[in-house]
């Protein structure tokens, strides 16, 4: 399946592939290179950013109001930043789930100082093609902020209590390959049959909320025939 998440682009004192120039325009170089040699450039990574998947300690995150990004540790406010409370709905924080930024990594321990030397893997990263769509878009003012991100099954998640199989939570499909995401656009346009599939799929949360005086069948055939 494929979920919801945001893309946002941000300057890099580091080497990078995507390089944007005072001008306004970007593009992509297949070598990354150092702002440092060439003047009116500057370095930029995309990053990924979820607003669902529960922040741990390690995880690498990006604080939409300050617009830079960080990584948890032991002295994080976890509780605060995994609200999905009302009062909470303007939170700041958002996990980033892939990068073109490789210097970002989680140790396998989620506490290991980056800088020590660790085993631990790199986010995931966009294919080459998107990135490469990425600056197209950019450039011809169309900034892409929203894509679908595809999610698979991730096993079997054992209970503690009874030791019986709850449920089957949903990862990141990441290529093994390549370590990179499958990247779709965002639906914005649905055929007749497409809504009336949908329509019926969650008729039934519609129908308990607004009528008792029909079946759920007749009451989604009734909107479907008043509104397609």
């Not at 939409?64 to 994080?76: G, P």
């Not at 914005?188 to 049959?193: A, E, G």
Request: proline residues 3%; glycine residues 4%; contains cysteine.
């Amino acid at each position: 399946m494929f979920k919801k998440c945001k893309v946002v682009m941000l300057p890099t004192k580091e080497k990078a592939n995507i390089i944007k120039h005072d001008l306004g325009h970007i593009f992509y170089s297949k070598e990354a290179l150092n702002k440092e040699t060439v003047s009116m450039l500057s370095n930029q990574h995309l990053y990924f950013l979820s607003d669902e998947e529960e922040i741990k300690e390690g995880d690498w995150c990006y604080d939409k109001v300050l617009n830079v990004i960080f990584q948890t540790d032991e002295h994080t406010d976890f509780k605060y930043i995994n609200q999905t409370d009302m009062v909470f709905v303007f939170n700041n924080v958002l996990k980033i789930i892939a990068t073109t930024d490789d210097s970002l990594a989680i140790p396998y321990d989620g506490k290991t100082p980056i800088s020590e030397n660790w085993g631990g893997y790199k986010l995931p990263q966009p294919s080459q093609s998107f990135i490469e769509k990425y600056v197209e878009e950019y450039n011809n003012g169309n900034v892409i902020t929203e894509v679908r991100v595809e999610y698979e099954f991730g096993g079997i998640e054992e209970s503690y209590f009874d030791g019986n199989n709850e449920k089957l939570p949903l990862r990141l499909k990441v290529n093994p390959k390549d370590n990179t995401i499958t990247i779709r656009k965002v639906k914005d346009s649905w055929s007749r049959d497409e809504l009336i599939i949908l329509l019926n799929k969650f008729g039934s949360k519609v129908y308990g909320e607004y009528t008792r005086n029909e079946t759920m069948e007749d009451f989604t055939d009734k909107w479907i025939e008043q509104n397609l």
